[in-house]
């Protein structure tokens, strides 16, 4: 490796060395002062990568501009959660170095799986961020919901780890090669053990992005776990596996199988998001079925990869990851001793919390596509290009589910501010400047890629490129 490489890594070492350190300072003086710290390696590796940009190829790992956007992205998506939680990890007692330590780690694996040039990093990168947020979800020790959910997702994410691994044996028990640009070269017609590796690759990052039918965990994690990590959980750790599978779909784009089975996803995913969430009482359950659905939106667009869906599906994870740190945040700054869950809980709070219920309510908007916020342009961009690829029908589908999500929204903003509190309704904490820039950030993010979404746009043009 050059000096070159090593400076081109730098936005992966920075994080990565940044968590042993952070571990290494803690054990010596624990504090609050660790999210600072944090937040200044996650900044540092930023601006790395946004005023240095190099590329450089190395064994395993590729630094080019879709890595780089990505690391923007995770890093943006992580700072924002570290703003967050230094608050609300205060208020519900969890100490120690070990919540930003673990954020960095995940970090580093994030990168590194954006960045994987072969299935075996591929796969190190996916389980490392995975492995540092089977930690996070349980992380407050004394919640007994949080333990539950932190078992659920290790249960299920060790599961998927083993299909995901299998998969990796097969395919190269197939073509005596893991490198992703030589297996992309592929016959005419696959070989069934080639195509058997895909399929359980494939199974394996839909876990990761909670596409039907490898969901079922959503709800319960997103639930038990705090709700600064399932921010992060919902959003940078999606746009990771999202990458992922941007990497490992050219293996399937000779086989016509590989499409009908990313159409049955896309439409199973949408619809099953969508309904269960109309039934749903608790919010964090609500954006856990919301999340779920918004995934099949971003299927559908991997559908349509040659007609531009590749564009369209990375502006979507943008737009869908600043509206998910913003519901995401509303309710963590809106949580004292316990999280406020139940959707009841939430009347009147537009007016005596402002910032809060306004960027819960434009996340909320956005979430269903109501323009001027990002989703609109998310969905006319994924809409658009299902319509250019031919995929009518999904696209029609996709639009009734988009219908039906907007009344579950709607739910929640009214509640914010066409119900009346009850009149034994305790007063509403003041937030703190780092709560507030944590609220603020992703709800400009959304107005302003709602009404200006050309820059992104024409940015992912040039940065990806499918066959």
Same mark, same amino acid.
């Given at each position: 490796?050059?000096?070159?490489?090593?400076?081109?890594?730098?936005?992966?070492?920075?994080?990565?060395?940044?968590?042993?350190?952070?571990?290494?300072?803690?054990?010596?003086?624990?504090?609050?002062?660790?999210?600072?710290?944090?937040?200044?390696?996650?900044?540092?590796?930023?601006?790395?990568?946004?005023?240095?940009?190099?590329?450089?190829?190395?064994?395993?790992?590729?630094?080019?501009?879709?890595?780089?956007?990505?690391?923007?992205?995770?890093?943006?998506?992580?700072?924002?959660?570290?703003?967050?939680?230094?608050?609300?990890?205060?208020?519900?007692?969890?100490?120690?170095?070990?919540?930003?330590?673990?954020?960095?780690?995940?970090?580093?694996?994030?990168?590194?799986?954006?960045?994987?040039? $072969?299935?075996?990093?591929?796969?190190?990168?996916?389980?490392?961020?995975?492995?540092?947020?089977?930690?996070?979800?349980?992380?407050?020790?004394?919640?007994?919901?949080?333990?539950?959910?932190?078992?659920?997702?290790?249960?299920?994410?060790?599961?998927?780890?083993?299909?995901?691994?299998?998969?990796?044996?097969?395919?190269?028990?197939?073509?005596?090669?893991?490198?992703?640009?030589?297996?992309?070269?592929?016959?005419?017609?696959?070989?069934?053990?080639?195509?058997?590796?895909?399929?359980?690759?494939?199974?394996?990052?839909?876990?990761?992005?909670?596409?039907?039918?490898?969901?079922?965990?959503?709800?319960?994690?997103?639930?038990?776990?705090?709700?600064?990590?399932?921010?992060?959980?919902?959003?940078?750790?999606?746009?990771?596996?999202?990458?992922?599978?941007?990497?490992?779909?050219?293996?399937?784009?000779?086989?016509?199988?590989?499409?009908?089975?990313?159409?049955?996803?896309?439409?199973?995913?949408?619809?099953?998001?969508?309904?269960?969430?109309?039934?749903?009482?608790?919010?964090?359950?609500?954006?856990?079925?919301?999340?779920?659905?918004?995934?099949?939106?971003?299927?559908?667009?991997?559908?349509?990869?040659?007609?531009?869906?590749?564009?369209?599906?990375?502006?979507?994870?943008?737009?869908?990851?600043?509206?998910?740190?913003?519901?995401?945040?509303?309710?963590?700054?809106?949580?004292?001793?316990? $999280?406020? $869950?139940?959707?009841?809980?939430?009347?009147?709070?537009?007016?005596?919390?402002?910032?809060?219920?306004?960027?819960?309510?434009?996340?909320?908007?956005?979430?269903?596509?109501?323009?001027?916020?990002?989703?609109?342009?998310?969905?006319?961009?994924?809409?658009?290009?299902?319509?250019?690829?031919?995929?009518?029908?999904?696209?029609?589908?996709?639009?009734?589910?988009?219908?039906?999500?907007?009344?579950?929204?709607?739910?929640?903003?009214?509640?914010?501010?066409?119900?009346?509190?009850?009149?034994?309704?305790?007063?509403?904490?003041?937030?703190?400047?780092?709560?507030?820039?944590?609220?603020?950030?992703?709800?400009?993010?959304?107005?302003?890629?709602?009404?200006?979404?050309?820059?992104?746009? $024409?940015?992912?043009?040039?940065?990806?490129?499918?066959?």
């Amino acid at each position: 490796m050059t000096n070159a490489d090593l400076m081109a890594l730098m936005p992966l070492i920075i994080p990565a060395l940044g968590s042993v350190l952070v571990l290494l300072i803690g054990a010596v003086r624990p504090g609050g002062y660790l999210y600072g710290v944090a937040g200044a390696l996650v900044a540092a590796s930023l601006l790395w990568a946004l005023c240095l940009p190099a590329s450089a190829l190395m064994p395993g790992l590729a630094v080019t501009p879709f890595s780089r956007f990505f690391v923007l992205f995770l890093g943006g998506t992580c700072l924002v959660a570290l703003l967050l939680a230094a608050g609300y990890n205060k208020r519900r007692g969890i100490v120690g170095e070990e919540y930003p330590a673990t954020l960095l780690f995940a970090l580093a694996g994030m990168g590194a799986a954006c960045a994987a040039t $072969d299935l075996l990093m591929l796969f190190l990168g996916l389980e490392a961020f995975t492995f540092a947020f089977y930690i996070l979800v349980a992380v407050e020790r004394d919640s007994p919901r949080g333990g539950e959910a932190g078992l659920k997702y290790l249960l299920n994410g060790t599961l998927a780890a083993a299909v995901l691994a299998m998969g990796i044996a097969l395919v190269y028990c197939s073509r005596g090669t893991l490198k992703l640009a030589e297996l992309a070269l592929q016959p005419a017609a696959p070989e069934p053990l080639f195509l058997a590796g895909v399929c359980m690759i494939l199974l394996g990052v839909a876990f990761k992005l909670s596409f039907v039918p490898a969901h079922l965990w959503t709800p319960d994690v997103y639930q038990g776990a705090p709700a600064p990590v399932t921010a992060l959980l919902s959003t940078a750790s999606k746009g990771a596996s999202a990458a992922a599978l941007f990497l490992v779909l050219p293996l399937a784009a000779a086989w016509r199988g590989g499409h009908d089975i990313l159409w049955c996803l896309a439409l199973a995913t949408m619809a099953c998001g969508n309904l269960a969430a109309l039934v749903q009482t608790s919010i964090k359950r609500l954006l856990a079925w919301s999340s779920v659905a918004q995934m099949g939106y971003v299927a559908l667009a991997f559908v349509a990869l040659p007609a531009g869906g590749a564009r369209a599906a990375l502006f979507y994870m943008v737009a869908y990851g600043a509206a998910g740190l913003a519901s995401f945040g509303a309710v963590s700054v809106l949580s004292d001793g316990s $999280d406020r $869950d139940a959707i009841e809980q939430y009347r009147g709070l537009g007016y005596r919390n402002p910032l809060a219920g306004a960027a819960l309510a434009v996340a909320l908007f956005s979430l269903a596509g109501i323009p001027p916020a990002a989703g609109f342009m998310a969905k006319f961009a994924v809409f658009s290009a299902a319509l250019r690829a031919g995929e009518t029908a999904l696209a029609v589908a996709g639009v009734l589910m988009a219908l039906v999500g907007v009344f579950f929204y709607l739910r929640v903003v009214v509640a914010l501010y066409m119900r009346p509190a009850d009149g034994g309704e305790a007063p509403v904490r003041p937030l703190s400047l780092s709560e507030g820039l944590a609220l603020a950030l992703p709800t400009a993010a959304i107005l302003f890629l709602g009404l200006y979404p050309s820059p992104l746009l $024409d940015l992912l043009a040039h940065i990806v490129k499918f066959p």
